[in-house]
Structures are given as C-alpha cells and as structure tokens.
C-alpha cells in the first residue's frame, strides 16, 4: 500500500524533474562552438545591434533552440506513453509506428502544394501533418490486424512497412524539390533543430502543452486501459473513447513536434522506458516526468548533435537514433515473448 | 456406455426465492457470433440477490460469451438482461461497474504494476476529476487486500506473483470496486487443488460477509456442487438447466451434457461426479487394467 500515488508525491516529482530540465536548459545553453561569457550576457544587448555577440548569440540563437529541442523533446516522450499505453507496447513509439513519417509527408505534400516551410501561423502545414499522422496511427492500426491482432510484432511490421512506404514517397517528393531546397529538406528529414522564430516557438509551445496536459486528464484512464479493452470497461472506463481522445492527441503533439524538428526518432521509446525504472509504471505520473525528462533528453541530444562535429552541425535525430536503437533492440528481446501472446 | 444425445434438456426453472430482491434477470436471450450458428437461445433464468451460481457445461457452449453479456461487453441479439430490475443497455459503463464486477482469465499487463496498483483501478468509476484515491478508496482497498489475504505481496509487481496469487489479487481488485454483482470466468483455471479450494472459500466468505452475487463460470462440476447455491448447466445444443444445485447437478444429467460415464458418490451433504474414461481401472475395466 506504500506505492499508491498521492498528489504532494506527483508534485513533488514534477517538480525534481522540472528543476533536472532546467539545469540541463541552463547548463547546455552554455555549451557551443562560440564560448559565451556568463557575464558578458547579463551585460544586455548594449546599445547597438552586434554590439555584444555573446549576448545575441545566447539569447537569440541558443535560448530558442533550447526551447525548441525541449519542446520536440517532451512532445515525443508525451506521445510514445500514450501510445504504449493504448497499445499495451512498451516498443510503440511515433517514429517507429510511422507516425512521425506520416505527419512529414503532410508537411510534404503541403510544401509541394506550394505553401512556404514556415510552420504555424496559420499555414495549413499543421493541419496536413495532424491528418497525415492520424491517418497513419488509422493505417498501421488496420494493417496491423490484417497481420493479425494487436501483437507486438504485427503493428511493429505494420509500423516498418508503413514506415519505408512512407520514406520512399518522401524521396520521390524530396527529388522534385528544387536544389535550393534539398538540403534544408534533407536535413529537416533526419530531424534537425534549427532556428525558428518566437511566434512559431510561443504556438508550438501552447500545442504541445495543451496536449500533454489532455493527455494528463485521461492519465489515469491509461493505467487501467494496459489491461486490455474489455478490462478497462469493467472498471468503468470507455475504452473506445479513451483509445480515440489518446490516439488524436498523441498524433497531434508528434505532428507539431514533426513539423518543428523533422523525423526525431526513439526519444518516445528510450524516455518513458528510462522513467517506468525509476518511479514506476503509473500513467499519472509517468506522462508528465517522460514530458519533463524527455524535454531534457533532447536538449542533451542537441547540444551533442551541434558540438561534437563542431563547426558543422549534425541532426540530432541521428543522435537520438544511435541511442535509442540499441535500447529498442533491449527492449525487443525483453518483451517481445512477454506481449507477443497478447490479444 | 450408452449417452443420450441431441436430446433437449428441460426447462426447469424454479427461481426459488433465496432472498429478498433479484439482481440478475435474463429473458429469451440470443447471442450468435458473426456468421455462426446460435450460440445462446433463448435463454431465461434470474438470480437473486446473494446467490453463488455456477455456469458449468462443455467446451463452446457459451458460457464465457454469456458472462460477457451479463457484464455488458456483448451485446445480446435479442432478448433482455436487467441487472437491479433495469436494463443493462440502460447503465453508462461507469454506473454498470459500480454494479457489477468481472474476473477473467488470468492476464498480466506488459507494465509492471504492482498487485496494490492493480486492485487499486477498481476505484476508477469512484474517482473525481483529479483521479487520486481518496481515503475512502484507499480504505476499500485496504479491506479487499485484507479479505483476499494479500496484503503481504501487495507491494510486490504482479508479474512476480504465482498464478494463486494473482487470481487472489484480481478477486481483491473485484471486491475492492464494492459492487453487488461479481462474475468470474473459470477462477481456478491452472490452479492446484488447494488454491482451487482457497479461491472459492474465498468466494464464499463474499458471498456471506458482504452479501454478494456470485456468478462464476467453472468447468469443475465438483466444485460448483460443493459451493454454489444454483447452477446454470449450458448444452452444446444451446438447451439449458436452470435451478438449485442439487436438483441440476445429476448423473444422468451431467452424462447426458458433457456426453461421457460419470459414476456419483454422497459426501455429507454434497454429491460428487467423476468421469471414467475407457481405460479407467475399476470394476467394469476390460482386463489387463
């Protein structure tokens, strides 16, 4: 009975990993190409423009990738729970489920359409990444039980096949861009955190916030829901409405999460994992730590990805990937007996 | 041996009166699969308050696909269920658990939650906004892990738990949610004879202390002669008996339904059916045995 979770014990947790990130904010902000004096910052802007570059540097280029690396961070973390919980997988994840893939080619298929790559704001990029990646969760969902119920193993396979038709359609459209384009494109693909202006960042922001905190509501939903369907409504719980409400604003955060960083992949696989060993597998406290520390994650991702080539600069999805594939690999040999009888 | 086959059993339906109230009617009720034969018809029986039924018969005679009626998971062809003289239909899925509890068949989450998480999810349909157990819920949960004898493992993940364990575990979740009704399909499933006894004394003891409604599907007839109260005995041929447990629970009966030689033996109060295979060494076996 010492283990049920009361709300001073949830608080108390979100707020020792919410101090973690903003160490790790605060600490990797410091961390560049260009060393910045700490004092030099707290001196101001000065009084004309380019005066003072450690400021400018700290305050308009590394503070908002921070934050922008933060925000793709807990997203995809926030996501790969709900989507493990739903799906009753530990391996679920956006990225490896083909949802990640599907909002980019949303975003593709806008950018083709001939709408400008700046995100937000009222371009229907948003919007064609959110249908993208819900028809996606719809398609490897139905494929996967084509293939034979919810296993592990069918939605994964459902997941890759999705995954690679997707990818090759990106490339075909990735060949009718124009050279100006491919490299940003290219780079955007394989999940790179760049600059973004603060409108894109506030929006993105108040998105994602706004769908891990729903996602929260429902969070003790979740728990009983890992117990199957049928299980879930004994207990009281709608299972097709939770399933519904979990799958559009897991698919909505990755969608917002795709079109500021491109294809960052396993962070919703290695975060919740790492938090279910250290405070347990409750979804109501798990969500809101994976957000926190998956936030954390990708800032120390980044920061790696844009110093350990230094100058050039490296997409921090291939960082979360040479990380996250040996976890992934762990976790397949782990559970794949464990779930693979699961209906 | 000479079974008696395709032979419709009858109706005997006697709806004695064992308390005050009825929990569960069922009446003409039909169930098919998609694009299979009926597996349920016409099936009508009540349960009073505080009874412990059996639902006892053999392989694919419905007797899982009737508890997922009774428990709101299928919904019947035609036909009615009223659970507290109300339709089932009529009962949000929050309100039905706050009636009617289900145990199925052993299953353990990929998630390694402890046994005092899981028991504490029957409090789900009693939870605020805010989803946090109250004292109250912890208090049930408290009384249920007491009842069920587990609190000692409470803490422990259910994955590391023996399968006795876990089936005590999932009758705590079930008394925990604090419901008139508890359905349970094949409790003592791999169990060993002890824990096959432990689960249902401890069926019992609900049934008696906290004046519960027990249904349980089992396919050992023993059990449900020594325990149980009624017995609803399902045919393959979708016929049916309803009524008090020694009126159903026959030699010939039980011959004629699971279509195989059954001796009986009177132990106290209770009588005993065993089944005896060709090769069985007794009396009547061919010689060499």
Redesign the interface.
């Known amino acids: 009975?010492?283990?049920?979770?009361?709300?001073r014990s949830l608080i108390n947790k979100i707020a020792l990993c919410l101090a973690a990130l903003v160490v790790v904010m605060f600490v990797c902000s410091l961390v560049g190409t260009q060393k910045i004096s700490l004092s030099a910052v707290f001196a101001g802007p000065g009084d004309t423009p380019g005066q003072n570059t450690d400021y400018d540097i700290f305050v308009r280029v590394r503070i908002p990738r921070i934050i922008l690396a933060a925000l793709v961070g807990a997203a995809l973390a926030a996501s790969g729970v709900a989507l493990?919980a739903i799906l009753?997988?530990?391996l679920a994840e956006p990225y490896i489920l083909g949802i990640s893939s599907g909002a980019a080619l949303g975003v593709m298929t806008a950018a083709l359409a001939g709408v400008s790559w700046s995100f937000l704001g009222g371009s229907p990029m948003a919007a064609m990444a959110f249908l993208f990646a819900i028809g996606t969760v719809w398609l490897v969902w139905f494929t996967g039980h084509l293939a034979g119920g919810s296993t592990v193993t069918s939605l994964l396979l459902a997941g890759v096949v999705i995954n690679a038709f997707f990818s090759a359609v990106i490339m075909l459209m990735t060949s009718l861009i124009d050279s100006e384009q491919l490299r940003s494109t290219i780079m955007w693909l394989m999940g790179s955190i760049g600059e973004k202006d603060f409108s894109t960042l506030l929006a993105s922001a108040i998105f994602i916030i706004a769908g891990i905190t729903g996602l929260f509501?429902i969070?003790?939903?979740l728990?009983?829901l890992?117990?199957?369907a049928?299980?879930a409504?004994?207990?009281?719980?709608?299972p097709r409405r939770i399933t519904l409400v979990a799958f559009a604003l897991a698919s909505f955060i990755t969608a917002v999460a795709v079109g500021l960083s491109g294809l960052v992949g396993f962070v919703g696989l290695v975060v919740p994992h790492s938090v279910?060993l250290i405070f347990?597998?409750?979804h109501?406290q798990l969500l809101p730590t994976s957000a926190l520390l998956g936030a954390a994650f990708v800032v120390i991702c980044d920061t790696i990805a844009r110093t350990i080539i230094s100058p050039a600069q490296l997409p921090v999805g291939v960082i979360t990937a040479i990380i996250g594939g040996p976890v992934f690999l762990i976790l397949l040999s782990r559970?794949s007996k464990?779930?693979g009888n699961?209906r | 041996m000479n079974p008696v086959r395709n032979e419709n059993l009858k109706n005997t339906n006697l709806h004695p009166e064992i308390s005050n109230g009825v929990n569960i009617k069922v009446q003409n009720l039909r169930f098919a699969y998609k694009a299979q034969a009926e597996i349920l018809k016409n099936l009508s029986f009540q349960i009073p308050a505080s009874t412990f039924l059996s639902i006892a018969g053999p392989n694919g005679a419905g007797k899982t696909t009737l508890l997922?009626l009774l428990?709101?998971?299928l919904k019947p062809a035609s036909g009615s269920i009223e659970i507290d003289s109300k339709p089932i239909s009529s009962y949000s899925?929050?309100r039905?658990?706050?009636k009617?509890?289900?145990v199925?068949q052993e299953?353990v989450?990929?998630?390694?939650?402890?046994a005092?998480?899981v028991v504490?999810?029957?409090r789900?349909?009693y939870?605020g906004?805010?989803?946090?157990?109250t004292n109250a819920d912890?208090e049930a949960?408290?009384e249920a892990?007491e009842m069920t004898d587990t609190?000692r493992f409470?803490?422990r993940p259910l994955g590391h738990l023996s399968g006795g364990e876990r089936q005590r575990i999932f009758i705590a979740r079930a008394l925990a949610?604090q419901t008139p009704i508890l359905l349970l399909d094949e409790p003592t499933n791999f169990l060993d004879m002890k824990h096959q006894v432990g689960i249902y004394d401890l069926l019992k003891k609900m049934q008696i202390e906290k004046q519960k409604t027990i249904v349980s599907v089992t396919h050992d007839i023993n059990l449900a002669a020594q325990y149980s109260d009624m017995v609803l005995l399902l045919s393959a041929d979708s016929s049916y008996s309803f009524g008090p447990t020694r009126e159903i629970l026959t030699t010939e009966r039980i011959e004629r339904v699971f279509d195989v030689q059954t001796f009986s033996a009177q132990i106290g109060q209770t009588k005993f059916f065993f089944p005896l295979g060709k090769f069985t060494k007794s009396q009547s076996s061919p010689p060499g045995f």
Not at chain 2, 109 to 114: L, Q, R
């Open positions: 009975m010492t283990d049920l979770l009361t709300p493990q009753r997988n530990p509501t969070s003790q939903k728990n009983v890992a117990f199957g049928g299980e409504q004994s207990l009281g719980v709608n279910r347990g597998p409750d109501r559970y464990k779930v699961l | 997922n428990s709101g998971l899925v929050r039905l658990a706050k009617v509890a289900v199925r299953f989450p990929v998630f390694e939650f402890s005092a998480q504490s999810m029957a789900t349909p939870l906004a805010l989803a946090f157990e912890k949960i408290a892990l609190a409470a803490d949610q």
